[in-house]
């Protein structure tokens, strides 16, 4: 695949977005009013949490197709606000972790979510330069991460084993690569497409995290 100067600039600054955190994520975030999920009425916290996650999760799939198409596409400007929107995103969803966990697991978690997004990107640039090696290492990369993930939510609820978890995000990453494989083909039919199997797939991964939750602080989220 032929890339251009102006795609590689966009790709590569997608490292450089993601790295620095966006700055002006929580800013936005605060400015949104989002509602946390533990200030909800009692009869609601549980139903409140459930909605939040799958609403935040489905969210990111949608923003990462958006950031990683811009990319792909040389589109620098629909890039940048992608990237920015997709960080906020990973803001939301740590805050909702930290409304439940505390802020030390909300800034432990923020991270390694940002990782795999980083991970994502290093996967995307290695297609658009037909860098097998580097496509490859980001997929192993992506594939370790989910054991990560799976060990980070287990040390915080016993309600959620590790491999189950793990293979929960294994699946968002191949629905992720589906995605990125076909922007990069210039598919847009076969992209959107993959683009809404991998947002349909995060209640798989949103719903058992709120039941575990619920599980593990009846008292905080009973109706």
Not at 1 to 22: K, P
């Amino acid at each position: 695949m032929r890339v251009s100067f102006r795609t590689l600039v966009g790709i590569t600054g997608m490292v450089a977005l993601i790295g620095a955190g966006c700055s002006q994520s929580m800013a936005a975030d605060e400015s949104m009013g989002m509602a946390s999920p533990a200030t909800a009425s009692s009869g609601t916290k549980a139903a409140a949490l459930r909605t939040t996650l799958n609403t935040l999760f489905a969210e990111h799939v949608w923003l990462a197709g958006s950031a990683t198409g811009a990319a792909l596409g040389g589109r620098d400007a629909d890039f940048k606000a992608a990237a920015a929107a997709l960080d906020q995103n990973s803001v939301a969803i740590a805050r909702a972790i930290g409304s439940v966990y505390g802020s030390d697991a909300e800034q432990a978690f923020l991270p390694l979510w940002r990782k795999h997004i980083g991970f994502a990107v290093d996967y995307t640039v290695g297609v658009a330069t037909n860098d097998r090696a580097r496509a490859d290492k980001a997929v192993n990369d992506l594939v370790g991460y989910s054991q990560d993930f799976g060990a980070f939510l287990q040390s915080a609820n016993p309600n959620l084993p590790k491999s189950v978890v793990a293979d929960l995000v294994k699946h968002h990453v191949v629905t992720l690569k589906t995605v990125i494989d076909a922007q990069a083909a210039k598919d847009p039919e076969k992209a959107y497409v993959a683009l809404r199997t991998a947002a349909g797939h995060m209640p798989m991964i949103a719903d058992p995290l709120a039941e575990a939750i619920v599980k593990q602080f009846p008292d905080r989220f009973g109706g």
